[in-house]
């Protein structure tokens, strides 16, 4: 029981060392939660969890040798993942000025926000690149130790990820009380020109190989 615990504190201080640092989830995170709920943030780990989810059962069964052994692989998902946040970034700053829920009930809001999350966590070579590295180092010595040890270690890294974006999409989604107007506007559409930032940084890594 002890080890369970010890472990399910390791993916939870391992998981929020990720979770923390800046990156296209986190911009995605914040300009949301100034649209929409402060539960947003709580609602886009839905997605990115899913994701996760299919990246263990990866390293449970050898798959990620896939990426280690094929840069090829690498630069596409840099690519894809740049064009794809391009896209998501001009569609978001076009959309900036229209009032939340004109063309989107409250459903749909729920599925764009798990669908960003899927994307920017699929698509981000970054994530993919960290898990198998360093997170499978974690995850093998978790399952030397058997599937309730991965259960343990998966729940805290999880719970770590949802914490510390629902701090976020609350702090965000206060702040946007706070900005109305014009500056509202403008502040949803620099978020989104970080996006496509992000965009053209991973298709700058993929054409260099990098």
């Not at 809001?109 to 920017?120: E, F, M, N």
């Not at 502040?187 to 990098?210: E, N, S, T």
Request: charged share 10%; glycine share 16%; hydrophobic share 60%.
């Amino acid at each position: 029981m002890v080890s369970l615990l010890a472990l399910f504190g390791q993916g939870f201080v391992v998981g929020l060392s990720g979770a923390m640092i800046p990156g296209p989830l986190l911009v995605f995170t914040i300009q949301q939660s100034l649209r929409r709920s402060p539960w947003t943030g709580a609602v886009i780990i839905v997605g990115h969890v899913v994701v996760e989810s299919l990246l263990v059962l990866a390293v449970v069964f050898g798959l990620h040798v896939l990426v280690v052994d094929h840069p090829a692989v690498v630069r596409w998902m840099r690519g894809v993942g740049g064009l794809l946040l391009i896209g998501m970034g001009a569609m978001a700053a076009r959309g900036a000025a229209e009032p939340v829920g004109r063309a989107e009930g409250a459903g749909a809001g729920k599925r764009r926000a798990i669908g960003g999350g899927v994307v920017l966590t699929l698509f981000n070579p970054g994530f993919p690149l960290w898990w198998f590295t360093i997170g499978v180092t974690f995850l093998l010595s978790a399952m030397g130790r058997g599937w309730a040890a991965v259960v343990a270690f998966m729940v805290g890294h999880w719970l770590s990820d949802f914490a510390w974006y629902t701090v976020v999409s609350f702090s965000a989604s206060r702040g946007g009380r706070l900005i109305k107007g014009a500056a509202y506007v403008w502040v949803i559409r620099a978020l989104c020109l970080v996006l496509a930032a992000f965009g053209g940084l991973f298709i700058y890594r993929a054409l260099r190989g990098a």
